[in-house]
Nanobody, 112 residues
Framework: VQLVQSGAELRNPGASVKVSCKASGYTFTSYYIHWVRQVPGQGLEWMGRIDPEDGGTKYAQKFQGRVTFTADTSTSTAYVELSSLRSEDTAVYYC??????WGQGTQVTVSS
């Protein structure tokens, strides 16, 4: 099982960012993909999850209205898009499956 995420991103405040997570080694539609982030000096923060089978999503209240999860079953890739970025969104973003596999993390830096 492998989750491979896209590379580091640098964005200005107010912009959007989209991070990908390509899955392999298991049936992509059989397990939720969760998105978690870690802000420097803080613990892991759950952002929500997507069911790749039907696209159903659940977002943590803190991110509702600003985050969108999608999944492309043709490429076994999940995406998280975060809009209206602010400096406090600077973090490492991870995808993870229900059974505990993790992507390598994607550094997102928001700075002018």
């Amino acid at each position: 099982v492998q989750l491979v995420q896209s590379g580091a991103e640098l964005r200005n405040p107010g912009a959007s960012v989209k991070v990908s997570c390509k899955a392999s080694g298991y049936t992509f539609t059989s397990y939720y993909i969760h998105w978690v982030r870690q802000v420097p000096g803080q613990g892991l923060e759950w952002m929500g999850r997507i069911d790749p089978e039907d696209g159903g999503t659940k977002y943590a209240q803190k991110f509702q209205g600003r985050v969108t999860f999608t999944a492309d079953t043709s490429t076994s890739t999940a995406y998280v898009e975060l809009s209206s970025l602010r400096s406090e969104d600077t973090a490492v973003y991870y995808c993870t499956t229900t059974f505990g596999s993790w992507g390598q993390g994607t550094q997102v830096t928001v700075s002018s």
